[in-house]
């Protein structure tokens, strides 16, 4: 069984800064893409940033500059560094994997339960 959990979300000021981490666990073989989506209330999911396994990095263009994306391999985690953040990066945040268990040969996309970020005037 594969399972990813989130940490690091809360209650922060506009203009703080926050860092999540999402480990990867379980029967894993191999991890390809990482990455972050969230879902403010009433909105859908979108992306904010994926990392491959060599460190290539994607983000969605409006978070360019604030968010930084990053991962340990050995520690099978990925982080979201989030800076000046603003009321509208209020969200629930989601990490996603595309993960192969030792039990198939095929990848898998596995979701984290999500963890709350909250950002006040």
């Known amino acids: 069984q594969v399972q990813l959990v989130e940490s690091g979300g809360g209650l922060v000021q506009t203009g703080g800064s926050l860092r999540l981490s999402c480990a990867a666990s379980?029967?894993?073989?191999?991890?390809?893409?990482m990455g972050w989506y969230r879902q403010a209330p009433g909105k859908q999911r979108e992306l904010v940033a994926t990392i491959d396994s060599t460190g290539n990095t994607n983000y969605v263009d409006s978070l360019k500059g604030r968010f930084t994306i990053s991962r340990d391999n050995a520690k099978k985690t990925v982080y979201l560094q989030m800076n000046s953040l603003k009321p509208e990066d209020t969200a629930a945040y989601y990490c996603?994997?595309?993960?192969?268990?030792?039990?198939?040969?095929?990848?898998?996309?596995?979701w984290g339960q999500g963890t709350q970020v909250t950002v006040s005037l």
């Open positions: 379980g029967s894993i073989f191999s991890i390809a893409t």
């Open positions: 996603w994997a595309s993960i192969r268990p030792l039990t198939t040969n095929s990848f898998g996309h596995y």
